[in-house]
């Protein structure tokens, strides 16, 4: 089963030809930049082959803005965040912070405060399964056929963002998790109306034999349910979810669930595809939208030019839906599922015969702009020269 060919944000109205759209992009840490780049050659092509006008904003957030002007989330970067029409951001994350648990300042607090600021409350994150690359997933092949999933993950609220302590002898630590309804309920609907176009299946994940925060999540959802009754409501405790979504995957259909399970779970959801690297998501708010791939900064791989760069391209194809561009994303992706059945992967899926990063987004651009005719010249693209014979 092949899930890459779903379009997200089905509500938003289509997209003429000839739209205009400010996009913020952030490249970030690692290999942020080299994936980043990749996206917006292939939103170029789409602009150039749909004729639309997309402008680009740089700006620096994370391990980058720290180095440059010792603050993770400059105010610069909201202004230019808050005036775009969407945001296109690569990695967050620098060893040098992971091995320094007392830093006061850490290129994350970057990303959580732009989530917080532009009130990006609805993390979506769609599990996508490639044929091809089924063999990559740590699960039993007999277990992959059917699954199709996405986890809505609530982004701004939680244990993320309570209040936090440590005491002066450095010896007892707090983080305070809490919720209010209005939280709780605002990403609720995304993720019914989410369900409704779907399998008509939604299951909340919780702790609510331990948590009250989670009790007040059941509570919440059991009464926005009664709107939606057309959609199946399941409630599953975290532990056992996480066991349930790697030994029966194909019974979630939409998982919502709040910022700390969900960014558990969506990474476990995401490593059953067998690539990481290929995972993308689309955070969205009432003030703009930000896509970025799941995976991290991969400090190791950085400037190397061997990251897989579908990851960010499947974001930007989430953003062209988002823009209501959904022909537009549709093709990104036929173009990404090109480059898979043509075997032309990255080192992650294929350590001996690979592409590189740049090359990659360079087949992809191509295919979107219909420059490929006919077979391709492997030969040329190992040089990295044209694409097309
Ligand atoms: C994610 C990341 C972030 C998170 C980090 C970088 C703050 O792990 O988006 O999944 O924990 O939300
Ligand atoms: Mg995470």
Known sequence: ???????????????????????????????????????????????????HDFRYKFCI??????????????????????????????????????????????????LLKLRKVLQLFANIRPTILYPNIKHLSPLNPKNLDGIDLVVYRELTGGIYFGDKAISEDGKVAEDTCIYTVE?????????????????????????????ETSRLWRKTIQAIATQYTDVAVDYMYADNASMKLILNPKQFDVILTENLFGDIISHEACAIGGALGMAPSASIGNITALFEPIHGSYPQAAGKDIANPIGSILSAAMMLDYFGLHKEGDKVRAAVNWTLTNNFVTKDIDPINFYFTS???????????????????????????????
């Open 183 to 211: 939280e709780i309920e605002r990403i609720a609907h995304l993720a019914f109306k989410a369900a409704q176009q779907r399998r008509k299946k939604l299951t909340l994940i919780d702790k609510a034999n331990v948590l």
């Open 359 to 389: 090359t990659l987004g360079e087949l992809i651009a191509d295919y979107v702009g219909d420059k490929i005719e006919g077979d391709v010249n492997q030969e040329n693209i190992m040089l990295r020269k044209s694409t097309v014979i």
């Open 61 to 110: 957030m994370g391990s980058t803005a720290i180095d440059k002007t010792g603050n993770p989330l400059p105010d610069e970067t909201i202004e230019v965040c808050l005036e775009s029409d969407a945001i296109l951001f690569g990695a967050i994350g620098h060893p040098k912070y992971d091995n320094d648990p007392i830093s006061k300042v850490r290129p994350e607090q970057g």
């Open 1 to 51: 089963m092949n899930t890459a060919n779903k379009s997200y944000f089905k509500n938003s109205p289509s997209g003429a030809r000839g739209m205009k759209k400010n996009i913020a992009v952030i490249l970030g840490d690692g290999i942020g930049p080299e994936v980043t780049q990749q996206s917006i050659k292939v939103l170029n092509a789409v602009a150039e082959h749909y004729g």
